[in-house]
């Protein structure tokens, strides 16, 4: 697996801090973009939260994502949570080390109390003395948030005196893209009530060992969620359900739980996502496939990646973007003049490096610049390195039709059938297109539609 090493320099821990007028919890915030351009602490937002217990929680949740491998959890791995302002609310986001689950607390406009949220994308410390202090936040007290430096602190900053260094895995920056993927095909499901949220979430076993016992279904009944044997029309695939467990700081809060999942194609196991409906906030979980089976390799974002056409889309749809909390792409092809579909091809490879998520809530895409090198995500996917190589290798040969990639000692075909390129190839076989295109298929791609491909990989 390649990897980086992220340094994150903050200019002090942040800390909950109580005084005579009241609590206070500062986030420092470590080098980011904004719509000034780089800036090495960043400030979104000061002012006061509306639910300041259930803040601390949802922040929690977050955090200990960020903090877990529900997969081989021996191995250690934790990442600062990202925090983004789009204006008008605050979304804090976090990926698990095993690249299975991505969670994102949004604190919107009625959960702030304060002046305008910032514009702009940094990682914020949650560091242990913090979490045991918002651990003991029981009561919704008055709680000042500062999201940022201290405003007379902005330009008087001699440089950082915290600085985190963590390792950066490829794969776990193709998972923030390919979870975008994933759930920008979602549906609502599901919607349940507090009470019933509340009793099917703590019926759901937490676990202490590897979540690897296989796919779950349930399927809406009525006004709850019963558990099915297969997955019928309608179903939502519960893929190790001990992977909800962060759920549990807020679920006492909980106004309502939307599960949201895909149209059902067979009874192979998907993605699904889980969203606790909260006093103006939402905490979302979106579980990868299965609990082996990080999101990194799935595959979603590989053909917006193979061609040039949607590279320059992407380039353009990029400057419209202007930090909006919701984005339309029908409203960017609109002001773009392409069309819808290559708007969301854009819109899947600004995703690949990390400039745009997607809120399930919303219907609707967001933007962010996430403060690492996300490019890494493209230049490493081993798939489309593998493709670039064989087409710029002279590899691919088109006849009519069908197309044939010398790999190696063996020739493959590859041929369109309902919509879909299928390959003779052993990844074919044992996926069957339900982890995206081969390598032999993307290089096919790339070579029809006239992507640079000279030298090989770009």
Known sequence: ????????????????????????????????????????????FAGFLSAPRIAARGLLAVADVAAARYYQRTLAASLDPVVTGNGDRLRFESFSGCCGVYARLDVLREGLEGERTGHGTTNVDVNNPLRDALSRITADDPLHLRVGPEELAVTTLDGPVVEKKVPLPDRWLRGFAEAQVASAGFDLRAELSAAQAVAFLRSLPRGSGNAARGAQWVVASGSALRPTTRPVPGAVCLPGPERLVALQRVLRHATALRVYGPPVADGAPVASAWEVVLPGMRLTLTLSPDASRGFSGEGGVLEALATDEAAADAELVSV???????????????????????????????????????????????????????????????????????????????????????????????????????????????????????????????????ATVAGGVR
């Not at 340094?7 to 007028?21: M, T």
């Not at 092809?333 to 969301?344: C, I, M, P, T």
């Not at 996430?370 to 230049?379: G, I, K, N, S, V």
Request: aromatic share 6%; glycine share 10%; proline share 5%.
């Open 320 to 450: 419209l973007l202007a930090w909006e909390p919701t984005i339309e792409p029908a409203t960017l092809a609109e002001r773009s003049g392409l069309s819808v579909e290559r708007v969301r091809a854009a819109l899947t490879r600004l995703g690949t490096a990390g400039r745009v998520g997607y809120d399930l809530a919303d219907a609707a895409y967001f933007h962010r610049e996430l403060p690492y090198d996300a490019d890494r995500a493209e230049r490493h996917n081993p798939r489309l390195v593998a493709a670039r190589e064989l087409a710029g290798a002279g590899a691919v040969s088109l006849d009519g039709t069908l197309a044939y990639v010398a790999s190696g000692d063996r020739r493959y075909q590859v041929r369109k059938s309902e919509g879909v390129l299928t390959c003779t190839c052993q990844w074919w076989a044992d996926y069957r297109g339900k982890r995206g295109p081969c390598k032999h298929a993307l290089a096919v791609t790339m070579v029809r539609r006239g």
């Open 1 to 44: 697996m390649t990897r980086s090493v992220q340094a994150l320099a903050y200019a002090r821990p942040s800390a909950l801090e109580s005084s005579q007028v009241g609590a206070s919890l500062g986030l420092e915030t470590a080098g980011g973009l904004t719509p000034r351009g780089a800036e090495a602490h960043p400030r979104f």
